[in-house]
């Protein structure tokens, strides 16, 4: 009873409200024209029918707006889904072009070599204070050898010393325990390269007197029978006469950026077993 007292206004309203709707629907069929009583209604009606209308379109275009977001939203997932895909692409194809011109020069120097190579990608590293090398995935099912050189598009790399059936270490020309017997290009003043623990070499047993300045272009001398002759080595970068001592002390820095090294050259002769 207490539901009744309190919602009995609303009910009624809603009663009269549904009868007439119905009463008008049931006579739309019989007159085209709006009688009395349904003109009575519709004006009776007006001031309720109006905010139900107005709340209805607000609704609606409430409604629509949604509708329009979720396909905006959607469209703007393809859209950066497919942005998504485009860079991928231009990405792959930047590394394909830069891939093809390593791959370009790496063939222009093997041209060059007049004794066979073999083209190796690089696999791995161990740049350590103590050691520093490189790893190839070429071995001795390909024909390598421990001792063979290692050469680059723009000089020497290295030498081969440790082989297995599928790959191999490269000892770089800035280890420790590496030498390569050297000539100044320009005034044919010889020495040996020696690698440092920094990225960078020294050549080593040239005397006081020979003729070695910064900008020099170092290069192999072919002597020792591992690395052909003139293959460049690094450029001079420092040279200190001192005061006391038959040779002098001049720093190299490698032709080769070997930190950055993707593809090699083995040249296939010499070596040991």
């Known amino acids: 009873m207490d539901f009744l007292r309190k919602y009995m206004y609303p009910l009624l309203t809603g009663i009269c409200i549904l009868a007439a709707l119905l009463f008008f629907s049931l006579n739309v069929p019989h007159n085209r024209e709006a009688n009395v009583i349904e003109r009575t209604v519709l004006v009776a009606l007006a001031p309720l029918l109006q905010p139900v209308f107005r709340i209805s379109g607000f609704v609606e275009d409430i409604w629509d707006s949604y509708i329009r977001l979720v396909d905006t939203n959607r469209e703007n997932v393809r859209l950066r889904d497919d942005i998504r895909g485009l860079n991928m692409r231009v990405l792959e194809a930047n590394e394909a072009l830069l891939a093809n011109k390593r791959l ?43 001792g063979m050189a290692v050469i680059s598009a723009d000089g020497v790399v290295g030498q081969t010393v440790k082989v297995s059936s599928s790959t191999s270490r490269v000892l770089l020309l800035t280890d420790h325990a590496s030498g390569i017997s050297a000539t100044i290009q320009r005034s044919r003043a010889r020495g040996v390269v020696k690698g440092k623990s920094e990225m960078n070499c020294t050549l080593e047993f040239t005397t006081r007197g020979e003729d070695v300045k910064v900008g020099d272009t170092v290069i192999t001398s072919g002597i020792g029978g591992v690395f052909l002759k003139g293959i460049p080595i690094g450029e001079v970068t420092m040279v200190k006469r001192g005061e006391y001592g038959i040779f002098q002390t001049v720093s190299i820095r490698p032709a080769v950026n070997l930190p950055h090294l993707e593809e090699v050259l083995v040249v296939q002769r010499g070596g040991y077993e």
């Open 104 to 146: 370009e020069q790496l063939l222009n120097m093997k041209k060059s070599v007049k004794e066979p190579t073999i083209a190796a990608t690089v696999i791995g590293e161990d740049v350590t204070s103590w050691f520093r090398s490189l790893i190839i995935n070429r071995g001795s099912s390909s024909g390598i050898r421990e």
